[in-house]
């Protein structure tokens, strides 16, 4: 499985961005998708994923009702809506997929088995 990241970018507090995903190679509609984030001195931390099938979304409470995880399972695509986005948002995202994932395991990044490159997003003051 390849992942592909992209979308990301330089805004200003407030502002939205959405992050793309696309997966090639032998994916699965019943793997899980995740994203994390990471700042620079601070450790790689979850930021929302959906689980199997897509029938249930989970998110870190720090971007709880600004960002919203999807997925297009035609277009082998997972996509991170992030609105009203602070400086503390500004990170490297990643993209994930893990293969065998189980539920209390969603939100740790060892859990996940490929891993997108990171696409940088800045959010200024």
């Known amino acids: 499985v390849q992942l592909q990241a992209s979308g990301g970018g330089l805004v200003q507090a407030g502002d939205s961005l959405r992050l793309s995903c696309a997966a090639s190679?032998?994916?699965?509609?019943?793997?899980?998708v995740g994203w994390f984030r990471q700042a620079p001195g601070k450790e790689r931390e979850f930021v929302a994923a959906?689980?199997?099938?897509?029938?249930?979304?989970y998110y870190a409470d720090s971007v709880k009702g600004r960002f919203t995880i999807s997925r297009d399972n035609a277009k082998k695509t997972v996509y991170l809506q992030m609105n009203s986005l602070k400086p503390e948002d500004t990170a490297v995202y990643y993209c994930a997929v893990g293969e065998r994932i189980i539920l209390s395991s969603i939100r740790i990044p060892q859990a996940y088995d490929y891993w997108g490159q990171g696409t940088q997003v800045t959010v200024s003051s």
């Open positions: 959906v689980f199997r099938n897509g029938g249930s979304t």
């Open positions: 190679g032998r994916t699965s509609n019943s793997n899980s």
